[in-house]
């Protein structure tokens, strides 16, 4: 399969009629062109507002947050 615009991975997801009807609400009055937009800005939001990041591609794990936080500690300790 051809990776469409550098996403590889094709999620699909079952919605009822009414998660449908505010994602396309959602959607319309951001002016987002399309539902697969609009439904990966819906997921960082999410993601973000349960605390957390969205890693670029480039973003190495030691970056990303959790060894740095036990890196500082371990530090503190010395």
Known sequence: M?????????????LT??????????RFK?????RAAAVR???KRGLVAEGFNVAE?????RDFGLLEEKQAKAAAKR
């Open 2 to 14: 051809t990776a469409y615009r550098g996403r590889p991975e094709r999620l699909q997801i079952m």
């Open 17 to 26: 009629e009414e998660e449908l009807a505010a994602v396309d609400d959602w």
């Open 30 to 34: 951001r002016r987002m062109p399309s």
């Open 41 to 43: 800005e819906l997921l």
């Open 57 to 61: 591609k480039s973003t190495k794990s």
